[in-house]
């Protein structure tokens, strides 16, 4: 019987969680990120906390603050953030070989000339890319991307379609470790020029567990302990941390995290959010949301 009550509560409280209008990118306007019902776009702000969230959050660090992976200029001479290019029906497409070659999907990944690839060509690290077709609505996601003479190879990669919900496979992992996309949780300047970001974000943990829960679909750990965080695992700032001394720009973020929050898409520094660089981005302002310590959040039962 105490489930069903859960159930039903937790169903009507995602009834009165409004949706937010897709957001478009300014290259491809025609095209939703997502459609307006995907998770990625569902307010939870008035969802009710999940059972275990105190240890889940202390296990990320409680006095740890925010760290936005992302800003204008140059950090070691690389960009800082995850870019995206917006391609069409006409960018050539290349063959990628694939390190991970059972969980990859079989289709050629179109690559401008100059494709961006984070950190830069060569760099240390994730080295994401992020290609989206603006004729055909489709998103195409890389990691570990690098060019081998005249070919292209990778870790692994992932494509979806933008007006479909459609998850990946259960148990394929994607360009991110929890099989998730990675571009619907970039904090994008567009955005915050406009005065809202109307979706959730993307975030890094050092230690998962080995688990997902919806919408991520892979995990990436070996660990079992329950007070670790599952991939897919969904935060938020509460309700009652105030937002009006914080600057415009992390004012912005700081409220999409209380109405949507973030989601856990891959293991890496504690409490880092990702964005796609812009030189638009002010980071001072950026650099105030590391005010935000981790015994700001709570996890969100989603359902």
């Not at 025609?30 to 939870?44: L, T």
């Not at 960018?91 to 950190?119: N, Q």
């Not at 938020?236 to 898409?265: N, S």
Request: hydrophobic fraction near 40%.
């Amino acid at each position: 019987m105490q489930r069903s009550v859960l159930v039903v509560a937790l169903l009507a409280a995602l009834a009165l969680a409004p949706a937010a209008d897709a957001s478009r990118l300014p290259g491809a306007p025609r095209c939703p990120v997502f459609p307006r019902d995907s998770a990625w776009n569902q307010r939870v702000d008035r969802l009710p906390v999940a059972a275990g969230s105190a240890r889940i959050v202390a296990s990320i660090g409680l006095e740890r603050g925010l760290h936005p992976d992302f800003g204008s200029g140059r950090y070691a001479g690389r960009p800082i953030g995850i870019p995206y290019d917006v391609v069409s029906r006409r960018t050539r497409r290349s063959r990628v070989s694939f390190e991970y070659a059972g969980e990859f999907d079989r289709r050629r990944y179109p690559m401008p000339r100059g494709v961006h690839i984070e950190g830069g060509a060569g760099a240390d690290g994730d080295r994401h890319a992020i290609l989206v077709d603006r004729d055909a609505c489709r998103l195409y996601e890389l990691f570990a991307l690098e060019r081998a003479g005249t070919r292209w190879r990778a870790g692994s990669g992932a494509t979806w379609s933008l007006r479909s919900n459609r998850l990946r496979p259960r148990g394929w992992t994607s360009a991110d470790a929890a099989g998730l996309p990675i571009l619907p949780g970039l904090a994008r300047y567009d955005e915050v020029r406009s005065g809202r970001i109307d979706h959730a974000l993307r975030f890094t943990v050092s230690r998962t567990r080995r688990a997902f829960v919806f919408p991520a679909r892979h995990f990436a750990s070996s660990l079992t302990d329950p007070a670790l965080p599952r991939m897919g695992e969904r935060l938020r700032l509460r309700r009652d941390y105030p937002l009006a001394r914080l600057p415009r720009q992390a004012r912005v973020v700081a409220r999409a995290l209380k109405e949507y929050g973030m989601l856990v898409a891959d293991n890496g520094s504690d409490w880092y959010v990702s964005g796609a660089p812009s030189p638009g981005w002010d980071n001072d302002a950026l650099r105030s949301l590391g005010g935000i310590r981790g015994a700001d959040f709570e996890v969100v039962e989603t359902g």
